[in-house]
């Protein structure tokens, strides 16, 4: 049996990134989709640098050299790490290059293509030459300040046999490509190709020796990450005092180049030589995202978002009337999540609710949701919002209606410093007959309608007292009142959550012992924990059945004998990105279910505030199980086996999860 | 309490706490509680006063829960208590000014006996039998951060009531730089030393129950986690053993405590054991309600106590024992005090309260003779002044002692300075008070009970009081005849004494 | 044992008084305290005898007390006449009556007799172990004087001076003529000079006439009267003669304080004392109440083989009377006299550190053995009780000044040090206060050694260096008495301004 335990977590993700890069294969895929999957895995990879790959270099310099649970230390990390990403990008290319640009040559998309060169000649002169500015480089001025993921052009040039250096950035202001339409056909020119290709109008009495094209990652500094060991956080903290200016992680160049070059890149970014990664191809695929044609069939089908039959007419009539005699379940995006914002509309014009509260952690800025919250401060209701803005990458966006909202009146609370909020929950409380009566709303997604239509999440909508009056403590909580309450209906992570799920596995685990029937279907986007990973090795020792749809990173090794034998792990990968957490225990036929926005991950359990919600209702309880069993036979799914994902069997009672759902939605709810 | 919101909010050595509760048909709905730790006895119990950091913290946090009450738009229905952590904290003022100014809230502090009452009250609505306890003799403990009180009731009334400067919190600071090797040492003797003085002045024979509650119960039932509300004495030393023998670490972390609270588990365990052990019983009833519940459910008035002015009376009746009182006098002045107040309702038109104020006065106005027989009306008036017993409100006290203090001619009221300060129509029920009380303390002048009875008859003239007596009260005609003027002045109308001789 | 319960009844010119008293070891306590002013002596120093109105009045009262001594059980009776019985033509038909109706036994008592009793309550309240006292009881028919020196009885008189003989036999007009009063005063003089002429260093006066000019003169003074025993300077007894010898008895009546029955009385009060002050060259003398019950009582008492601290304990008489003190109040006797135990050590140890002297001790002392008293009132705050009870306590031996002084060491036992807010301090003047605070400075230290109340600390060792006063405390099991002492040391750090440890 393998000498390790877990899967490593950087490996992991790659793995999963790798997936998304597969579904770019995919045939039944529409062609345009199919190039968006490039795009992300490009976008995903180059995050994953700045973050991931930044740390494990932190850790290196530091001199820090503990194997993690994957019993690799970091220097065996990121060569792993560089090998993988060095395939992938391989790959990438192939399946753009040989895949997907003929394809969409015989749609009539051309991109890059030499042909129509002439025709683009003006848009070079108009657009983008007054922006060019090439840097000329001698021992003097070094290499000039490129903005992190850049693209520029290191030119050598000559001149009455004398040889220069010349940097060329590509300006961020220009639009990543140019559109021209040729009969039916849509040509498509990234900016890169254009400069390239007029290179030599740029150096003009310069003779052009050679050029190749650059770009590097910068270490995005983000605060350094909580699932690292004490005596990690002191070595970084140490090293990071003392680390150089420098902080590029990678260095990609399009093409292969002699060493004499490759070194005077080194000595200008100081860097290491595997810092460096000849793509030889496109070294920045973002252009895609600007593709546009009209045909519908180069997209998924649209679809419109079902609402249950159950509650059919909540048009007509009002959710607090509704939710006398029911909760409420929703799955977005099959289901519409407009219901959800309905509801809090109706809230905001109901004159008997005295006060809303809500988390908002990413969300869009024409947000609906903002401007009812607006309003119904506006409207005299008490509102509180609590907001997280270590959303990664997207503080800005955050802070902007933020301070929309403390103007119209809204008491707004920004979370803690070191433990992020990732609960997603809504709390309303409404007189009725002078006695307060309180509606939560729990979601494992967003208050976010842009990103409802493309991750999967439950929403829950109920007035069940006791669940209601532990939000009220979540809220007074997350709002810095105080941290010491009872958690009995709702678990709550940094506090109770894990212990929850480590007493629910053991549960289980006792029962198969006595022989009874165990089970645990867990429906996550990551598993990265040891506490967890060794309880579910035990419960399957114990003869606990355990299916796992893990859509991302996932520190199991199933199917190891004597160790995981009893362990699945899928990973479903499709047009929707799989966010919902759900869970599913036997427990002696009690057969509990709950909700969550936590992985199981070491940050979700320890250091963030999150949510697992045990969901009673007997519709929403069936609904639910209803969705795991589809989710793992899906067709599209992944499955591991030990350390390498490969794809789920073909055979016939397979269909496509998310699809089946699209048709299917409103047939099962 | 008529529906709506009510909200407490207490300020503890602790923490501050806050409830809101919903009253519909006088049902109590708790919607919020809130517990925000904050230590502010560790200022106070060490430093004496409170820094301004946590005067500060106070205020961030209290100005938090004020948005809860705009929350609720009850700004103007709650109460925030402070407890010792405030009340022994020499800048306390300047405490309560600071937050007040910062809050906009306002912050009262509850003096030591009122906070007694209130968990008494608590208690009697949480425990089971606890009106048959109270009458065959109980103790009743409450040991919170700041103090122990303790008061020890025998026929409904307390014998003995006290407050000790020994909290837990109190009592683990005290010793916190001490070796664990004396510490265990250090708790005992300090208990012991307060045990000592309870049994010197406590009638502890008679004990029969003991009841407890108090913020140590929560830490305590924490690691007992007793099914029911009952503590064994076995359970208790077991427990102590143990902490004893094993290092508080690792004590503390096989019951998830945090550092403090593994010391202060000590003090609280062997507290209660001394107690049980002095009082010999095998266990100890608790309840485990918190101080704001107490308070939300005595300010919400859902708390009710029947017949007040019959315990108040009996009570001040046990507590005049103590200093030798003539109760035979006390009782003839008592019986004659109500018959004028019930025969001349038309005329002085006092409240039942004001009766009880009356009341309590007949029974009050010789004890000062224990302290010194010169001036025995200062005596008494200090005496009286001096009680602190659970359910007897300050504004009583502080009437009953006036009238006690005037009961003799030797002192006018206007002399009296302290009382110029109180509102003319409260001096005037005051003077009442004074006027009845001398009458009928004139009418036992000899403290010999000559006059068995008298009846009592109006007319536009004068006020006729007819004197059953065993013999010519000779003593009583003079005092009389000293003592009604205030009466004339008060009532406009003259007081006459006839003797009937009740053998003839 | 069972205390019993003694009644005496002091039947005098003026008034008639009852004291009932519960007697307990080595104390008693009075329980009943009933006084009419019947004023027998008018109508025996003018008619000779006591006539019927007087009479029927004088077994009114006797009822009256009859009914109090049955009403508190009191077992023991003691009734005994003075003067104006002793003078009465019909005493003994009276006293036969009295015997008859209410089984009461009237004992007329000799002038000796009763210079003795007022000489053993005299022993009671003063220390006059190292005085050399004149004591002089003013009644009504007579003046009852005894010297003594260092407690030892010299000699006893029974002289004619009783007020209201006096006012009688020579003041028949009102106002008075200036010779009736000049020829009085001669009378005073060629009796006092009949008095062995021995050094005399304290007066004291008991006698309800001599109160009641002390009362005026505290009156005059804006000082509390309820004081036991007090002191009235020559001076204001020589400006009252003057004032009063010009005035007609209704506008003496309206002098603030005086008594209205003896308002006709007081000018020849005053000019006895004054007589013997002059003779003696005095320049004040002391007052205190009851003289003869008390003496009455304690003799009583001795009687029933009950003896008192002063007589037996041969500790002084002040220190007895403070563990009486503090027996009423149930102190805990072992810790008071542990505390006071350390405080002496400490004293002795710290005087000159201090710059106290030697007879500040005794106020330490009395605020020791009394500080927790308070705590029979009630625990919290009981310093501030201790206060209290002190100043009303009837402390031998201290004037009253004095008794303010221990009241206030023993208010500052524990809590807060002197403040503003303690108005009663600021009320000393500053010498006292400095006083007050290093007295209470040393009481503090002690208590805190006694913590436990178990008297571990057997000793006490004092280094005083410069800046630091070590004190090493020497006992078998010390350590929190230390911890609790250095929690206490503020005030002694304060008043010395150097650090102070103890170990």
């Keep these: 049996m393998s000498s390790f335990l877990y899967n490593n977590r950087e490996l992991s993700w790659l793995d999963f990134n790798y997936r998304v890069l597969d579904f770019a294969r995919n045939a039944n895929v529409p062609l345009l989709e199919r190039l968006k999957f490039v795009a992300i895995h490009a976008s995903n990879l180059d995050e994953f640098f700045m973050v991931r790959v930044a740390g494990l270099k932190d850790q290196i310099d530091a001199g820090y050299n503990v194997p993690d649970m994957s019993l690799k230390t970091p220097k065996q990390q990121f060569e792993d790490v560089r090998k993988k990403v060095l395939v992938q990008v391989k790959l990438r290319n192939d399946i753009f290059k040989n895949h997907l640009i003929p394809q969409c040559k015989l749609k009539g998309i051309l991109i890059n293509p030499k042909e129509y060169l002439a025709q683009i000649e003006d848009i070079f002169y108009l657009d983008i030459l007054p922006l060019l500015t090439p840097v000329a480089l001698n021992n003097v001025n070094k290499i000039p300040f490129i903005q992190n993921l850049t693209s520029a052009f290191f030119v050598e040039i000559e001149k009455n046999s004398e040889l220069f250096y010349s940097i060329l950035i590509i300006p961020n202001a220009l639009p990543k490509s140019f559109k021209i339409k040729n009969k039916n056909q849509s040509i498509y020119y990234t900016l890169n190709y254009i400069v390239e290709k007029f290179l030599n109008r740029v150096y003009t009495n310069y003779n052009i020796k050679q050029s190749f094209l650059f770009r590097h990652t910068r270490n995005a500094d983000l605060p350094i990450h909580q699932e690292f060991s004490e005596d990690l956080l002191e070595a970084i903290e140490h090293y990071l005092d003392l680390r150089k200016k420098s902080n590029v992680v990678r260095l990609e160049i399009d093409r292969e180049i002699d060493s004499a070059f490759i070194q005077k890149m080194i000595d200008y970014f100081d860097i290491e030589p595997d810092d460096i990664y000849i793509t030889n191809g496109l070294i920045d695929y973002s252009f895609i995202y600007n593709i546009a044609e009209t045909k519908k069939s180069l997209y998924f089908s649209p679809f419109k978002p079902a609402t249950p039959n159950y509650i059919k007419n909540i048009d007509k009539s009002s959710f607090f009337d509704v939710l006398k005699s029911q909760d409420i379940i929703l799955f977005r995006p099959y289901h519409d999540f407009k219901i959800v914002i309905k509801f809090l509309e109706e809230a905001v014009r109901d004159k008997n609710v005295l006060s809303i509260k809500i988390t908002l952690y990413r969300t869009n800025d024409d947000s609906k949701i903002i401007e009812l919250l607006e309003e119904a401060a506006k409207n005299g209701k008490h509102v509180s919002v609590v907001i997280e803005l270590k959303a990664r990458f997207d503080e800005q966006k955050n802070v902007s209606w933020a301070k929309r909202l403390e103007n119209a009146g809204c008491v707004v609370t920004y979370g803690f410093l070191d433990i992020k909020i990732h609960a997603k929950c809504m709390l309303i409380v409404r007189k009725e007959f002078g006695q307060l009566v309180r509606y939560v709303h729990i979601s494992t997604g967003n208050y976010n309608e842009k990103t409802a239509l493309v991750y999967t999440d439950i929403d829950y909508i109920t007035k069940d007292e006791p669940t209601c009056q532990e939000i009220v403590n979540l809220f007074n909580y997350m709002m810095g009142y105080s941290d010491i309450f009872e958690w009995k209906r709702v678990s709550v992570a940094p506090k109770t959550l894990r212990q929850t799920i480590v007493e629910m596995i053991d549960n289980e685990t006792k029962n198969a012992q006595k022989g009874k029937k165990a089970y645990i279907l867990a429906k996550l986007n990551s598993i990265y924990d040891k506490q967890i990973s060794d309880k579910l090795y035990e419960a399957s020792q114990s003869g606990v059945k355990i299916d796992l749809i893990v859509r991302g990173l996932c520190s199991i090794l199933p199917k190891v004998k004597h160790m995981s034998e009893n362990i699945t792990v899928k990973s479903t990968i499709g047009r929707f990105l799989e966010h919902a957490r759900i869970l599913y225990f036997f427990d002696n036929g009690k057969e509990r279910v709950f909700i969550s926005t936590a992985d199981w991950m070491v940050r979700n359990f320890d250091k963030r505030i999150e949510i697992l919600y045990e969901v009673k209702d007997k519709r929403a309880k069936n609904f639910l199980k209803t969705l795991l069993k589809l989710n793992l036979n899906d067709s599209a799914a992944w499955e591991l086996i030990k350390d390498t994902y490969i794809k789920a069997h073909k055979d016939s009672k397979f269909f496509n999860f998310q699809e089946f759902l699209l048709k299917n939605a409103s047939k099962i709810l | ?504 | 044992m069972e205390y019993p319960i003694v009644a005496v009844i002091d039947i005098g010119s003026n008034s008639i008084r009852l004291q009932i008293a519960q007697s307990l070891e080595k104390s008693y306590r009075i329980i009943q305290d009933y006084k009419e002013d019947l004023r027998l002596g008018d109508s025996v120093f003018s008619k000779g005898y006591i006539d019927d109105k007087t009479a029927d009045l004088f077994y009114k009262n006797i009822e009256v007390i009859n009914n109090l001594i049955q009403n508190h059980k009191a077992t023991i009776i003691k009734a005994v006449a003075t003067a104006a019985l002793r003078d009465a033509k019909n005493a003994n038909h009276i006293i036969e009556t009295i015997k008859q109706r209410f089984g009461i036994d009237i004992e007329i008592i000799s002038g000796e007799k009763e210079a003795y009793y007022n000489f053993l309550a005299v022993l009671y309240n003063f220390d006059i172990k190292v005085l050399n006292v004149l004591t002089i009881d003013t009644g009504g028919g007579s003046s009852e004087i005894v010297i003594s020196e260092k407690g030892k009885l010299i000699n006893s008189y029974s002289t004619l001076l009783g007020c209201s003989r006096l006012r009688h036999e020579f003041l028949k007009t009102n106002p008075p003529s200036q010779s009736d009063i000049y020829t009085m005063k001669e009378f005073i003089e060629e009796t006092i000079e009949n008095l062995d002429d021995v050094s005399i260093d304290t007066i004291i006066a008991t006698g309800g006439t001599l109160n009641n000019i002390a009362n005026m003169y505290y009156l005059s003074q804006n000082k509390k009267t309820i004081s036991y025993a007090k002191y009235v300077p020559r001076i204001y007894v020589k400006k009252l003669i003057n004032t009063l010898r010009r005035m007609r008895i209704e506008d003496i009546k309206k002098i603030k304080g005086v008594e209205e029955k003896r308002a006709d009385i007081i000018l020849p009060a005053c000019m006895v004392i004054e007589a013997i002050l002059s003779f003696y060259g005095i320049e004040g003398f002391y007052t205190f109440l009851g003289g003869l019950r008390t003496g009455l009582l304690i003799d009583t008492l001795n009687t029933l083989g009950l003896s008192f601290p002063f007589q037996t304990l041969d500790r002084d008489l002040r220190f007895s009377r403070l563990i009486e003190i503090g027996n009423k109040f149930h102190f805990e006797e072992q810790h008071a006299l542990c505390v006071n135990n350390l405080s002496k050590k400490l004293f002795e140890q710290l005087k000159e550190t201090l710059k106290l002297k030697e007879k500040d001790y005794v106020l330490l002392e009395a605020a020791a053995i009394l500080h927790d008293i308070g705590t029979y009132i009630s625990f919290s705050k009981h310093h501030a009780h201790s206060y209290y009870l002190i100043t009303n306590a009837d402390l031998t031996g201290f004037d009253l000044k004095q008794k303010e002084m221990i009241a206030a060491i023993a208010y500052f036992h524990r809590g807060s040090l002197p403040n503003r807010s303690h108005s009663f301090y600021w009320s000393f003047s500053k010498k006292k206060r400095k006083k007050i605070k290093k007295l209470a400075a040393i009481l503090r230290v002690a208590d805190g050694l006694d913590r436990s109340h178990r008297s571990f600390v057997k000793d006490i060792k004092v280094d005083v260096e410069k800046n630091h006063i070590k004190i090493f405390a020497v006992s078998d099991d010390k350590f929190l008495e230390i911890k609790a002492a250095n929690a206490k040391k503020d005030l002694l750090e304060k008043v010395t301004k150097k650090k102070v440890s103890i170990i």
């Design chain 2, 1 to 504: 309490m008529k529906n709506g919101y009510f909200s407490v909010i207490n300020i503890g050595s602790s923490a501050i706490r806050m409830q809101i509760s919903e009253f519909k048909n006088s049902t109590e709905t708790v919607l919020e509680t809130i517990i925000t730790p904050l230590a502010l006895g560790i200022d106070t119990f060490e430093k004496g006063y409170i820094s301004l950091e946590k005067a500060k913290e106070t205020a961030q946090i209290l100005s938090k829960y004020a948005l809860k009450l705009d929350e609720y738009k009850i700004r103007n229905n709650y109460k925030a208590i402070c407890t010792s952590a405030i009340r022994d904290a020499q800048n306390k003022y300047f405490f309560i000014n600071y937050i007040t100014t910062k809050t906009h809230l306002d912050i009262e502090i509850i003096d030591e006996t009122h906070e007694m009452y209130v968990k008494y009250l608590g208690l009697k609505n949480s425990i089971k039998n606890f009106d048959k306890f109270s009458k065959e003799g109980s103790l009743i403990a409450c040991l919170s951060s700041g103090s122990l009180s303790i008061s020890v009731k025998e026929n409904e009334v307390d014998t003995f009531n006290s407050v000790f400067n020994v909290g837990y919190l109190r009592q683990y600071l005290l010793f916190k730089d001490v070796d664990d090797a004396i510490k265990f040492k250090a708790y005992e003797e300090q208990i012991d030393k307060i045990i000592n003085t309870i049994k010197h002045n406590a009638n502890v024979s008679a004990v029969k129950y003991m009841v407890v509650c108090g913020s140590s119960i929560n830490l305590l039932t924490k690691i007992i986690n007793p099914k029911s509300n009952k503590i064994s004495y076995k359970a208790l030393n077991a427990l102590y053993q143990s902490i004893k023998s094993s290092n508080l670490e690792l004590f503390g972390a096989n019951y998830h405590l945090t550092q403090n609270e593994a010391s202060m588990i000590v003090p609280i365990v062997y507290t209660f054991l001394a107690i049980l052990k002095m009082l010999n019983l095998k266990s100890f009833l608790f309840s485990d309600a918190t101080f704001v519940q107490q308070l939300m459910s005595y300010y919400s008035k859902s708390f009710k106590e029947k017949s007040v002015n019959k315990k108040i009376l009996n009570q001040i009746i046990a507590y005049s024992k103590k200093y030798n009182n003539d109760l035979k006098h006390a009782k003839k002045v008592l019986h004659f005090a109500d018959r004028l107040y019930t025969e001349l309702k038309s005329i002085h038109s006092l409240t039942q309260k004001e009766k009880t104020i009356l009341d309590a006065a007949c029974i009050l106005h010789d004890v000062g003779y224990y302290i010194g027989v010169n001036n025995h009306h200062q005596h008494s008036y200090y005496i009286a002044k001096s009680i602190n017993i659970p359910g007897i409100e300050r504004e009583i006290i502080d009437y009953v002692a006036a009238c006690v203090l005037f009961h003799r001619n030797k002192v006018k009221i206007e002399a009296e300075d302290e009382l110029l300060s109180a509102p003319i129509e409260k001096i005037l029920s005051l003077k009442k008070i004074i006027a009845l009380l001398k009458i009928a303390d004139a009418l036992d002048a000899s403290h010999t009970q000559i006059i068995e009875d008298i009846d009592i008859l109006i007319s536009e003239s004068e006020i006729k009081i007819t004197a059953i007596a065993l013999k010519i009260p000779f003593l009583e005609e003079l005092t009389f005849k000293h003592k009604c003027a205030d009466f004339l002045e008060t009532f406009g109308i003259e007081p006459k004494l006839y003797i009937k001789l009740k053998y003839e």
